[in-house]
């Protein structure tokens, strides 16, 4: 499950992802206003605690991840 | 769970859409649908406008985080220090966020659901108590049905109008030698992208080919307003940047290797930095090299 679920990560990554796609060429200083950036997280959230906390984590990242933010570094820990 | 995302997500937007067709003449649902669509993209909007400013300002910065990229290299978490000083001591930073992305797409997807339970009245008991009843809903909207897909008009319309849009956006200054991949893709991506969105509306329901419709040119008007504030003109394109300030992608450039000492040497770096990077992939992570003069 967690090897399916990163491997969907890495394809959103390679191909629709501002930060790490085809698109990224358009977004030099990257997308997200996070570092790392929202796929990023949800990968490292996953591979280190698990699907169903890294999931959880990932959705509360992506929520963080609104105009009202102020972004910066948030490492998973 | 499912049950969860349908009473945050679903029944307001259907609620809304449906206050809509109540409030527009014609109980047309094709209005109602643009309604929605302007007021979401509304909301979005001081946010959007704000993340676009504050990229074409990194993109000034391209040449000071590429000379960061390469003189940290490998070291990630010193790289974004740096970036984060050069972020500070410039006053800009990203300001992209990637909820937007995904409301969008959640937006699309409860459109799509809404036309599939379709109208009759027995959907009507989802509506709250305090809204008003819409009666009867319009499909036909220039005598083309919203529930149905529409194999002509309003897919290739919304194809046209997403390339104009995606053209419209500034791309940075290119490298001298244009054979970094990304950027060729990303090139290819203007005029696949748009072919993609074609036939995917084509499969669709003809409301959501709408929604694409509008969302462009939302954005068209949008882009347009940045553009006009930096000075770009109507499709982006930057000023001339002088050719020693551009970034350069060396990794596949064959520049004078002449056997010589300092060209063995080079050669030799190449190919550590290629196996590094070779080593970074399998690991998961992505880096990308450049190098200036």
Known sequence: MKKIMIFIINIYQKTLSP????????????????????SEYCKQAIDKKGVVKGVALGAWRILRCNPWSQGGEDPVD | MNNFLTQILFIPIYNLLMFFVWLLPGNSLALAIIAVTIILRVALLPSSIKASKSQLE???LQPEMNEIRSKYKGDQKKQSEEMMRLYKEHKVSPFGSC??????????????RVIMIGFNADHFNLLYSFMPHPGSINL?????NMAKPDLWILPILAGVLQFVQTKMIPQPPMQKKSNDPMAMMNKQMIYFFPLITVFIARSLPAGLAIYWSITSIFMIFQQWYINSHFGLGFFGRFPEVAASRLPEYTLESEANVNGTEKASEKLKAKTEIQSEIKKERARGVEITVRKRK
Do not use: E, T
């Not at chain 1, 930060?19 to 929202?38: E, M």
């Not at chain 2, 036909?140 to 083309?144: A, D, K, L, S, V």
């Open chain 2, 140 to 144: 036909n909207f220039f005598g083309i």
């Open chain 2, 99 to 112: 909820l937007p992305l995904i409301i969008q797409l959640i937006v699309l997807v409860i459109f799509y």
């Open chain 2, 58 to 60: 990194l993109q000034k």
């Open chain 1, 19 to 38: 930060d790490h796609g085809w698109f990224s060429v358009r977004y030099p200083g990257g997308f997200c206003k996070y570092y790392p950036d929202c």
